[in-house]
């Protein structure tokens, strides 16, 4: 009875040393593969590490290209500048010269101003066709006659302009009468309202506050054509 107790117990040992090879086997088989897969690991972060370093550098090369792209940008917009303004002082030029040039010719109003006259009727008065527009133009009614440097007729509006060489507050109050006077010049065109434009090459400010407080429109010469100075002064006369 003893003796069979016994070769139970030693063979339940021997199955519980069995059983512990087995996963003392496991075990280790389960260390190698996590040492290779961590091995593994560590070569790829290898890698990883490789490729980020060469990123940063090409990175690096990217910001010294953007930076030298930025700077050469900067350069170019400097030029620009520079011939920008070079350019619109020749223009500047140009024109001076083209407008004394005119002054001197007699040919102020057909060459300097009246090709500007639409463009101002156009954009502050809203006239996009003139009903007539004119130069040089005489009216004779029971023996008088009167002239204008030139006249655009709109839907509402006569724009009347009288041009001088050295433009001066004494022009001021006679141009208002010979304003006042289109009415009865032009009675088809009474129901209009007569709005007076004086133009010169370079209006002294003074002239063209004066001007301002009649209601008097001035034009003067700009950067590219004849602009008006003043063009509040179509609210001094509502």
């Known amino acids: 009875m ?89 223009r500047q030029r ?19 101003v009246a090709p500007s006259l639409p463009r101002v009727a156009a954009e502050l008065l809203g006239c996009e066709r003139p009903e007539l527009f004119a130069l040089r133009v005489v009216r004779r009614r029971n023996g008088e006659s009167r002239e204008y ?16 060489s050295r433009l001066q507050s004494s022009h001021i109050d006679p141009f208002l009468e010979k304003l006042a006077e289109v009415p009865r010049f032009f009675p088809e065109y009474e129901q209009k309202r007569p709005i007076g434009v004086l133009a010169s090459l370079y209006p002294d400010p003074s002239v063209v506050r004066r001007a301002s407080a009649a209601g008097l429109l001035v034009m003067g010469m700009g950067d590219d054509a004849m602009q008006v100075l003043n063009p509040e002064a179509l609210d001094a006369r509502d």
């Open 94 to 112: 140009m024109n001076k010269q083209w407008g004394e040039l005119a002054n001197r010719l007699g040919t102020l109003v057909e060459d300097i």
């Open 149 to 164: 440097d030139a006249m655009v007729v709109c839907p509402e509006t006569v724009l009347v302009n009288e041009t001088k």
């Open 2 to 90: 003893a003796s069979a107790v016994l070769r139970q117990e030693v063979d339940e040992l021997r199955e519980y040393m069995k059983e512990l090879s087995y996963q003392a086997m496991r075990t280790e088989m389960s260390v190698s593969r996590l040492s290779d897969e961590m091995r593994a690991f560590k070569d790829e972060m290898r890698v990883f590490k490789n490729e980020m370093g060469e990123f940063k550098d090409e990175m690096r090369a990217f910001k010294g290209e953007m930076g030298d792209f930025k700077d050469e940008m900067r350069a170019f917009k400097d030029e620009m500048r520079a011939f920008k303004d070079e350019t619109i002082r020749d």
